[in-house]
């Protein structure tokens, strides 16, 4: 790579592997819509969660992909699927299907009655909790992570519907999921939340595909950020405008007990509200950082967790 001191298309892949996420895309595709229904299984570009990291490192094992476990399915990630596909005779859509995660898993039969329990994560799961939400299960929650609660309101609803009780989703309980959902006489339409998850999904879209862009003090474009810069650009180009410095987006923002994607997740960094990122799922967010650009870090890692103040939301619907 020539020193010419200009950030371009390969300065900005090499920038990504660095800080272990997948290279940048060069230009921005169409956002993701959620899935229509529950038992939808494809893994496609702008998924997000544990499915995609597995997905990943099966492409790894198998030569097709050189890149970190982002647990986003990015540019890097589609290239190497459709790499797969046209070397083995699969039709070259870049979605991880059954056929191709057939290949992947050695060309053995995947279990058909594929279940989501503790630990996975992914529009899929926020919808299952959508549908415990509306049937009355849950309340004001849809994480998109199975968690205990999850599985509890899972057991619930088994047990009201003569099924085993054993809080996992598997394909009998999405089934009734989705029988009782609709209720007879009824339209079927969305319901009143998915253009809620279609925001928030389209938020952490946008977001990871600037990921290694370069910091600039006081840059709100993709040619830099600062902290609150980003978090205005992304949700500037969701259509929401919000205050453009820390202090003031804190304000305008209101407090969530628990943080979902597309939430403002907010650090003391130099007294009082002085750093932000946009939570990604995961104990993970996306931020503008001064030494490494956008960038993805863990809640959990020391620096963050100690300066960590709350998690709060611009998304009113």
Do not use: C
């Amino acid at each position: 790579m020539s020193a010419d001191g200009i950030v371009g298309p390969k300065t900005k892949q090499q920038i990504a592997i660095a800080i272990g996420t997948e290279a940048v895309p060069e230009e921005v595709a169409p956002p993701y819509e959620p899935e229509e229904t529950l038992t939808e299984k494809n893994l496609s570009y702008g998924h997000t969660g544990d499915r995609v990291i597995e997905l990943q490192q099966l492409l790894k094992d198998h030569g097709y992909y050189d890149g970190a476990m982002t647990g986003v399915f990015g540019q890097a990630t589609e290239r190497a699927v459709r790499a797969l596909q046209s070397e083995n005779g699969l039709a070259v859509d870049g979605i991880a299907g059954p056929d191709t995660m057939n290949w992947l898993q050695g060309n053995g039969a995947v279990d058909p009655d594929f279940t989501y329990g503790i630990g996975d994560t992914g529009s899929v799961v926020q919808n299952i909790q959508l549908y415990l939400r509306d049937l009355g299960y849950l309340e004001e929650y849809a994480t998109g992570e199975f968690d205990e609660t999850t599985k509890d309101a899972l057991q619930a609803f088994q047990r009201a519907n003569n099924l085993e009780a054993t809080g996992v989703a598997d394909k009998a309980t999405i089934a009734r999921l989705e029988d009782v959902h609709v209720l007879p006489g009824e339209a079927e339409e969305p319901t009143p939340e998915r253009p809620d998850v279609e925001e928030r999904q389209e938020l952490i879209y946008l977001a990871s595909t600037l990921v290694g862009t370069p910091f600039v003090f006081g840059g709100a474009t993709p040619d830099g950020f600062d902290a609150s810069g980003f978090v205005y650009y992304v949700y500037s180009q969701n259509g929401q405008l919000i205050p453009r410095t820390i202090r003031d987006q804190y304000e305008a923002s209101r407090s969530v007990e628990r943080q979902n994607v597309g939430d403002l997740v907010f650090f003391d960094t130099s007294g009082g509200p002085t750093y932000v990122g946009m939570y990604v799922g995961n104990q993970t967010f996306v931020h503008a950082s001064q030494s490494q650009g956008v960038t993805v870090s863990s809640l959990e890692q020391g620096y963050w967790n100690e300066r960590f103040i709350e998690a709060r939301t611009m998304i009113t619907k």
